[in-house]
């Protein structure tokens, strides 16, 4: 499977998002950095307004207790009311402190000293309505006794508690945001770390898919400047550089084909100027070879003599064949169409061909040939005797590969324009794809000039139709002639000349 290549485009694209990810990120943890921060210092500022709020209900308490002091010893006639002051004040710093408390333990230490507070402002309140009428004694003794060691003192109790547990908050706090920007300090290291490797990875990237597939396609301008058709740029690296190196790798091939079309045409040139040539001066002695021949073959000689002699004859005629298809092919060919029906076509290619059918026990199926009415008949305008010298090639082709008692099949299809003939075999198949362009092809005969192929392409196109190779898939071949129903020579190539 083909690894897919990646565009320049795509991949700038892919780097462009990298680098926003890797802004988008130090942003997001800078963000996530000052958001600690703030949250850290707004729960800092919360405790420190909890620590201040219950050590001013402290100091309002002392101030309570001096005013009912003053009270007693003094008789200060506004005591009570600067008392009831401190009251309202102290009960507003617990309405402070309800209001910034957070969770069960900071609300519970809060209500106890509350409580504790409520405590200590009945008693004290009452000794307020009643220090004139108790004894100096007992009242002493509520002073201190009961309100300094009692209450006084829980309240101190409870208030140590909360300013317990409100340090331990701070400590708590403090530690969190040391954790805090330890791990700030561990995110910031991390987008520092991806733009390491991510400029590692452009310049390795870049290296491998930019850098070394142009050092190639240089080597290969090179190298195919140099005469160096067969060298190969390397179809690699990024979309653009492959769709180049494919593009300069296909100019290769296209520069290679004209090479061969260009030594085949000097070639055929050649050929041209010798082949008629040779063709004189073999046909000549040939004639006389095969005259001599027929002359001295006789009943009365043995039949060592007569074999020798048809031997001869055979030899002669198979060089015939040969110098009459080079020089059929080497010149350009005139149609001369007439009115012929397939069937004629057909059987005049199976007429010399009938020996060898029956030496091999080939097992030959026609077609069902179309009534001469019939709506869809065979008749074509065409030249008979090029289209019989290919049917005859092509199924002599068949013959030649098919094993004894094989079976070779002729098909027909007919359509509005045109005659679709296939010849099918069961033989051992084509070696070879035939190329139309090709001066001549391959041949696994003895005595093959493989001009047979060559020379049925140049017919088909010459009476304006087509030739088609195909392997069956069970073994064997399976060649299909399209032909015109009508040629038209007015607007044939051939016309012109």
């Known amino acids: 499977m083909a690894k897919k290549k990646h565009s320049l485009k795509d991949l700038l694209l892919v780097h462009e998002l990298a680098f926003i990810l890797l802004i988008l990120l130090v942003a997001t943890v800078g963000a996530i950095g000052i958001h600690l921060q703030e949250k850290s210092s707004q729960e800092s500022n919360r405790i420190n307004l909890l620590v201040q709020e219950v050590q001013q209900t402290r100091g309002d308490l002392y101030r309570q207790m001096k005013e009912l002091f003053d009270a007693y010893f003094l008789d200060d006639i506004e005591a009570r ?17 309800e209001k910034i ?29 009643q220090h004139s009428a108790l004894p100096s004694d007992d009242l002493k003794k509520k002073l201190h006794t009961d309100i300094e060691t009692g209450l006084f003192s829980r309240y101190e109790t409870l208030l140590a508690h909360t300013e317990l547990l409100l340090n331990q908050k701070q400590i708590e706090l403090d530690n969190q945001l040391k954790e805090s920007k330890r791990k700030s300090t561990f995110l910031l290291f991390i987008p520092l770390i991806l733009a390491i490797l991510l400029l590692i990875f452009s310049r390795v990237f870049l290296k491998r898919a930019i850098v070394k597939p142009i050092e190639g396609v240089l080597k290969a301008t090179a190298e195919i400047s140099a005469g160096n058709l067969t060298h190969k740029a390397p179809e690699e690296g990024i979309e653009e550089l492959a769709s180049l190196s494919k ?53 009365s000689h043995d039949a060592e003599t007569r074999e020798s002699l048809s031997g001869i ?50 097992q030959l199926t026609l077609p069902t040939w179309p009534k001469p009415n019939a709506i869809k008949n065979d008749v074509v305008f065409t030249d008979q005797h090029l ?19 094989g079976h070779i099949e002729i098909q027909l299809e007919i359509n509005a324009k045109e005659f679709i003939l296939h010849l099918l075999d069961r033989g051992s198949g084509m070696p070879f794809t035939p190329d139309p362009s090709a001066m001549s092809a391959p041949t ?21 139709g087509g030739l088609q190779f195909t392997a069956r898939a069970d073994g064997g071949t399976a060649v299909t002639i399209t032909l015109l129903k009508v040629l038209n020579l007015s607007n044939h190539p051939l016309a012109k000349r």
């Open 81 to 97: 009311t600067e008392y009831n002051t401190f009251t309202q004040s102290v009960e507003s710093h617990f309405a402070q402190l």
């Open 313 to 362: 004859i055979n030899t002669v005629d198979r060089l015939e064949r040969w110098t009459g298809a080079l020089l059929a092919y080497l010149h350009p060919l005139k149609p001369q169409p007439s009115n012929t029906s397939i069937r004629e076509i057909v059987a005049g290619a199976l007429e010399p061909l009938q020996q060898k059918i029956t030496e091999k026990a080939i």
């Open 387 to 405: 289209l019989e010298q290919v049917i005859y090639n092509l199924l002599l082709n068949a013959i030649d590969a098919s094993t004894k008692t």
């Open 247 to 299: 593009a300069i790798n296909e100019m290769a091939d296209k520069l290679v084909t004209s090479q061969e079309s260009l030594v085949r045409t000097e070639k055929q040139a050649a050929q041209g100027l010798l082949v008629p040539m040779l063709a004189h001066n073999i046909r000549n002695p040939l004639a006389s070879i095969r005259a001599t021949a027929q002359v001295m073959d006789d009943p």
């Open 101 to 129: 408390a957070v969770g069960n333990a900071e609300k519970s230490a809060i209500n106890e000293l509350h409580v504790g507070y409520q405590a200590f402002v009945s008693e004290t309140s009452a000794l307020f309505d």
């Open 444 to 464: 696994t005969k003895r005595f093959g000039t493989g001009l047979g192929i060559p020379f049925a392409f140049k017919v088909c196109d010459a009476l304006g």
